[in-house]
């Protein structure tokens, strides 16, 4: 995924943005995100409300995050892994264990 | 990625969260990740800063993006595809092309 | 202000949303206050950048934080009022004093 | 308040942040108002959650759009009296009118 960015990026000569652009743009797309998600699990405010746009907001969240990440030369994996490694650690007593 | 966030979460009773309240939580680590950022690229707040954390802000993200999606049914990298389809269309004539 | 939002507000069944879709709702407006400062600060991606709604997208931030307050009993001035205290004892040596 | 929040700022010779860089302060602030919010409301995470720090982090979402409107020169009543006119317009029948 951050390769398919990446190449795309990479054909421009403008590149990537600076670190607080693509913020913005991370900050913009969540907004989206929200809106859809909003009409559909909120105040029903649109009639006819449904999750067509929801994937490709996620997914546009998701391409700035690794616009983000390449910029700083940064692996989505390594960080996932780090995050993932402190919720293992951090929460495993917070929430109740199923009984198996 | 989405295959261990859902084998974490499915251990317990709790399960995910309502996707409003998975929002929230997204819109918490996006403002974490922002204080990291600012904190490196912004008006240097901080005396000695670094971006040991960014890598993590940037992981708590996605892991709370991959819950979200989780809980609604839907992949993460079909998501980055349809967004990722919609830029190569939109935006192939936005850049300026480099050079070969 | 809060007046002018809860009598707009009351004349309505519905009434507030509840906190958390009231939430995503400035989520979603700072998402497009976002928009409009990186096309005005950031990467100069429109033509004709201007500010002509930067204005009115700062006013819907606000206006949504004033939906909040007011289905929360709070008062902007006091929020206001105890924020400013805080960075006045905080932030006072952190920063660069004028010379007289 | 504005006049407040410049007193405070023109003090310093660093006076206001860049607009990003306030746009990224904004975000970290509404994260922070996200996390109080989905304690108090959301999946009842924390034992004993309260709301003694939601009204400052409101306060302090508040604090830096203050910043932003006067760093970018703009009048936040304004900004408010333009947002309320949109919404008086387009969503008048938009909700339930109250029986009288």
Redesign the interface.
């Known amino acids: ?1 951050q390769d ?2 990446h190449n ?1 990026i ?5 590149g990537y ?5 693509i ?13 859809e ?2 009409a ?4 029903k ?1 649109k009639k006819a409300a449904d ?1 067509s746009s ?3 907001e ?6 700035n ?2 616009c ?2 390449n910029s ?1 030369g ?1 692996d ?9 490694a ?3 650690v951090r929460d495993k007593d ?5 009984e198996l």
Request: a negative charge; glycine letters at 4%; proline letters at 3%.
């Open positions: 995924m398919r960015v795309w990479n054909q421009f000569d403008e943005f600076q670190p607080l652009e913020l913005a743009a991370i900050t913009e797309e969540l907004g989206e995100m929200a809106k998600l909003n559909v699990y909120g105040p405010r999750m929801l994937d490709q996620i997914g546009d969240v998701l391409f995050l690794s983000l990440a700083l940064l989505l994996k390594e960080c996932f892994n780090k995050s993932f402190k919720f293992e917070r929430w109740t264990k199923k």
